[in-house]
């Protein structure tokens, strides 16, 4: 394992961590802020349901109520559940019932209204009332998706799992090719650290929606836990083949941390490049690769300056491990060669001149006609 410095696990507690991003994609995928936080102990007092002319007179004196036509067919029931939700929202509780109940008058049949009116009694703190309108929503249209999850979401809220999951069995007998009842009922197992049936559940998912984000997460996150990096680094390539999900700069980190603990070190540094490529202020990153570069500068002492910027860079930026570990840093920056003048180059040597070609010996002088001849000969007399 690395050391507490350099592990992954380490290293990734600074972002969200895996429990954190996977309650959070149950949240998502339960359509309820806040859905696996436990609900408060102390209840709240009931609200009481006004009706009538007490309920108008109430709420009359609230001015954000927007002017809506009077419907007059079943089919505009809409309208009034439109208005109704925006009084929700609004906080005007009452006065949203009270659309809800002209919605439900025009359309008994409409799963929206139940699920609205649910929502309500969940802000008034009426408990019973928000289970009944679940009940019905769901005894008349057990083949909605959205029914099943919101019940599901207020039961996690109430801290209330065994029920929870109970509803997301039902709801996959009901649907069993609906990716985010698994992904629901998966990030439960999370919960409860039953890694591979949560992991099960993340493929079920990726099976039925290839893309879909909260399944992918719930496998890498699922595979993180089980400390299988190198499933957990193919689950991440899986997802950074998909195009929508190329500039998600964590991913990266979150492969380069996988790849470090699997001992490849280029690759995991290739990965932390595009991380700053997309993220050029993301510390963690610059602390990893920076540690990474100073290893390497053990066998390459040319990469020692390049780590020590990349650890002063994240030092900057607020990384106390960066600062640490720049304080006693593990390579030295070799010196610069010095100068030396470059040699003259030696002149030529003059070449000698070249011997003169011997002459030849001149022709003898011919004989005088005068000169003897022979020793013998008469001298002739003039």
Request: charged share 25%; hydrophobic share 40%.
């Amino acid at each position: 394992m690395l050391a507490k410095s350099e592990d992954p696990k380490h290293q990734k507690s600074e972002h969200k961590s895996p429990q954190k991003r996977t309650l959070a994609a149950l949240a998502a995928i339960l359509c309820l802020v806040g859905a696996v936080i436990p609900a408060h102990s102390q209840q709240r007092d009931p609200v009481q349901y006004e009706t009538g002319p007490a309920l108008i007179e109430r709420n009359n004196s609230r001015s954000h109520e927007m002017p809506v036509a009077v419907p007059q067919s079943q089919s505009d029931w809409k309208v009034y559940y439109m208005r109704a939700d925006k009084l929700r929202l609004a906080g005007n509780f009452n006065a949203a019932l009270r659309d809800f109940d002209l919605a439900q008058a025009l359309n008994p049949n409409a799963y929206e209204i139940y699920l609205g009116k649910a929502r309500t009694y969940d802000k008034m703190g009426m408990y019973q009332r928000v289970i009944a309108n679940y009940d019905q929503a769901i005894a008349m249209h057990p083949r909605q998706e959205q029914v099943w999850l919101e019940r599901a979401g207020f039961f996690l809220r109430q801290n209330k799992m065994p029920q929870a999951a109970r509803d997301l069995e039902e709801g996959l007998r009901y649907l069993p090719n609906s990716p985010n009842l698994y992904v629901a009922r998966g990030a439960l197992y999370f919960q409860r650290k039953a890694y591979g049936r949560a992991l099960s559940d993340a493929d079920a998912a990726l099976q039925r929606n290839p893309s879909m984000f909260q399944a992918h997460q719930l496998k890498t996150d699922s595979l993180l836990m089980m400390n299988d990096y190198a499933a957990y680094e193919m689950a991440l390539s899986d997802m950074l083949s998909h195009p929508q999900y190329q500039q998600d700069a964590e991913l990266y980190f979150s492969r380069a941390l996988a790849r470090f603990e699997l001992k490849r070190i280029s690759p995991a540094i290739e990965d932390l490049d595009q991380t700053l490529k997309l993220q050029p202020k993301a510390h963690e990153a610059l602390h990893l690769r920076g540690d990474l570069l100073m290893r390497q500068a053990k066998a390459q002492p040319e990469m020692c300056a390049f780590a020590l910027k990349d650890l002063k860079a994240a030092c900057k930026l607020g990384n106390k491990q960066a600062c640490s570990q720049l304080r006693k840093p593990s390579c030295k920056v070799p010196p610069k060669p010095k100068a030396t003048p470059k040699p003259v180059a030696p002149a030529a040597e003059a070449e000698a001149p070249a011997a003169p070609a011997p002459q030849s010996a001149p022709a003898a002088a011919p004989a005088s006609p005068t000169a003897p001849t022979s020793p013998s000969a008469p001298m002739i007399k003039p």
